[in-house]
């Protein structure tokens, strides 16, 4: 093998001390005690410039937390540093107070014993007097029923209208003056309206003689009060109801809406006072003038028996969901979207369109209809926060969700007083196979303030946004968790699983104990948990189970917090000068062979070349690297050999190379 001086190995760059893409320079020191520039490793470098977190040091402990969660579901990876108050979802846990987290309201279910109309399931609720008596009543296809107790034996039928038969909507209205308070039922355009005196539960149901109804509407102006009809697909008419609207010449004509190519399923009066038409093709309004006018016609989607089917009124405006999408309605008609479906990263299971929903003093519910699984999630309307005058007020966001992942729809709801504690209202709601599930509303914004309210019987959990504090590609090094809370008496507890490196954000896959241990936080006001050694990954998926103490109460938490260091890819600066002058002599003693024009102009290549070159530093024994040169400047170096100062350029080249740690590649954690 060929040697050099003492019978040295010959290694790159000798004879020269660098070399730089296949040619060899001379290098410099910056002064005449100083060490040859080009072993100098300084560490880090300005990439990334900056961590955001207030440290020049990435690998300082920082922390993050889940806290204020109260801009509702439906993001899936927090962005930066966190500050949207998001989540991704829940199942059983009300988020909507702002910095607490607590398990939804227990929901009872019953399916009406021994007859119930599964095909077409409830469509609708009203209260009437049976016999003196303030009662419930369903709309359940073929049959209309009437609740006397919670058990599913107690809703009996009040009225069979026979097979085949539909009932599609009640009201509730009373001639003025006159002595008969009516039900009427709506059957739709093949059969005659039905009307209910309250005689009894049973008693006395009268069949329309001629009149037919799809929907029903009142409306009250400085004309007087009148009950609305729409019939023969696409007709409204009137009745002014100093009259009694059993009587059919009270009636007038009926003006067409739209064309008949599409039916009428509901009509709402907005609180303004207007009298909105919702047809399967469109939205629709009386003018002036009586005429019907069509509005928001960009807003069209295909024909379908869903839209416009499910409306409320909450507040100043009414609610609807047309092709798949939720809107609501302002006085002076404008329209804005306004539903969860616009969380475009929402792949949760608590997904889909909004189908009933319900105003209530202190928010709104609906029922969320995933259509790829079929099943539906109660959904929450409204968050309650400290507003900057320091008073808490009410902020549109949506939840999800408080109960759900049965099969069907959410087709009707009602606020009521019946069965409900003193002074207080329960909310009812009817799904498509018929079941009928109430719950206990809060007579407060925040539940936990209502001795009344009951929650869930199971546990709960919400899944938090996919945190990656703004570096999704690099590692992080989780050191402890804590968990603020307060009402963990009778075994009520909080517990943190922990997904690592973008997992599965399913209800259970990917969400592990492994990382803390299946350990419940159950420490007023807070407790800390090391997370097992060495636990790292690039982003952290969040998992708090909530579990109950008893009925009427929840652990109440207050935030998840992590500690954790930034692992990032780092990046070595190497600083060297090389001389450049004519007649240079290399290790050997020979010459150079380029001078000080050839040497600057190869470096300005290396400099300008993108990507990087490669390299044979003198203390890499013979090793090359790849090296990206940055930049370069003229200066002076002293020279050793020649005993004096030269002309040279400084050059700064940039080496990229991961921390030394390993930190396992599927499992996340150190040393794994």
């Known amino acids: 093998m060929p040697t050099g001086p003492n019978s040295r190995r010959i290694r790159a760059p000798w004879p020269c001390e660098i ?195 799809q929907c029903w509407a009142v409306s009250s102006d400085e004309n007087g009060t009148f009950l609305w009809r729409a ?47 919702f047809k399967t093709d469109g939205i629709y309004v009386f003018l002036p003038n009586g005429l019907t006018k069509r509005l928001y016609s960009g807003m069209a989607s295909s024909p379908s028996s869903e839209n416009g089917r499910y409306n409320f009124v909450f507040e100043n405006w009414i609610h609807t969901t047309f092709g798949g999408s939720h809107f609501r309605i302002a006085p002076g008609g404008f329209i804005e979207p306004i539903g969860p479906e616009r969380a475009i990263e929402n792949d949760s299971a608590a997904r889909g369109y909004l189908t009933a929903g319900i105003g209530t003093p202190f928010g709104a519910y609906a029922g969320i209809k995933n259509p790829d699984t079929g099943n539906y999630y109660l959904a929450k309307f409204g968050s309650w926060v400290t507003g900057e005058d320091g008073g808490p007020h009410r902020i549109d966001a949506w939840h999800a969700s408080l109960y759900g992942g049965a099969a069907g729809t959410i087709k009707a709801m009602r606020v009521t007083t019946v069965g409900a504690p003193t002074d207080h209202q329960r909310l009812y709601f009817g799904t498509k196979d018929g079941t009928i599930a109430y719950f206990v509303l809060p007579c407060h914004p925040n539940p936990a303030s209502c001795s009344s309210y009951v929650y869930s019987v199971g546990d709960g959990h919400v899944l938090m946004s996919l945190w990656d504090g703004g570096f999704p590609l690099d590692n992080k090094h989780f050191h402890w968790a804590a968990v603020s809370l307060q009402r963990c008496n009778s075994g009520g507890s909080a517990q943190v699983n922990v997904g690592l490196n973008d997992v599965v954000t ?118 090359s690297m790849e090296l990206a040169f940055v930049s370069y400047t003229k200066g002076v170096a002293w020279s050793d050999r020649a005993k004096r100062w030269m002309a040279s350029l400084q050059i700064t080249a940039v080496e990229s190379a991961p921390l030394t740690e390993n930190y396992g590649a599927t499992s996340g954690v150190l040393g794994a």
């Open 19 to 213: 070399n730089i893409s296949g040619q060899g320079f001379m290098l410099g020191k910056k002064d005449k005690d100083g060490e040859l520039i080009s072993t100098t490793l300084p560490g880090l470098s300005a990439a990334p410039q900056e961590f955001k977190y207030g440290a020049s040091n990435p690998a300082i402990e920082q922390t993050f937390n889940f806290s204020d969660l109260s801009g509702g579901f439906g993001q899936r990876y927090v962005r930066g540093e966190g500050d949207e108050r998001r989540y991704y979802w829940s199942d059983g846990v009300d988020a909507s107070i702002q910095g607490i987290l607590q398990l939804g309201p227990r929901v009872v279910d019953v399916v009406p014993s021994p007859d119930v109309d599964t095909t077409n399931g409830i469509s609708d609720f009203w209260e009437a007097a049976s016999a003196g008596t303030t009662k419930l009543f369903a709309l359940n296809g073929r049959y209309a029923l009437v609740r006397n107790g919670d058990l599913n034996t107690n809703w009996d039928i009040s009225k069979d209208f026979g097979a085949g038969k539909i009932a599609l909507d009640v009201i509730r209205v009373k001639q003025s003056g006159g002595a008969n308070t009516y039900s009427l039922v709506a059957m739709g355009n093949a059969d005659n309206f039905w009307s209910y005196d309250g005689t009894s539960d049973t008693t006395t149901w009268t069949q329309h003689a001629t009149l037919k109804s």
């Open 506 to 623: 399913g209800a259970g896959a990917g969400y592990l104990s492994t990382y803390l241990g299946a350990h419940s936080f159950d420490t007023v006001p807070g407790e800390r948990r090391e997370f097992i050694a060495d636990t790292a990954g690039t982003n952290i998926g969040v998992k708090v189970i909530i579990a109950r103490s008893t009925d009427t109460t929840s652990p109440l938490v207050h935030g998840v917090g992590f500690a954790f260091s930034l692992r990032p890819l780092v990046s070595l600066v190497h600083e060297f000068s090389v001389i450049a002058e004519d007649g240079l002599l290399k290790l050997d003693g020979t010459r150079l062979g380029i001078g000080a024009s050839k040497i600057e102009s190869l470096i300005k290549a290396a400099v300008t070349t993108v990507g990087s070159v490669t390299c044979y530093l003198p203390d890499h024994n013979g090793v």
């Open 231 to 277: 019939f023969d697909t696409n007709y409204v008419a009137k009745c002014d109801l100093v009259a009694d609207p059993l009587t059919a010449g009270n009636w007038t004509a009926g003006d067409p809406v739209g064309d008949a190519t599409s039916a009428i399923v509901r009509m709402v009066v907005h609180p303004d006072g207007t009298l909105y038409i």
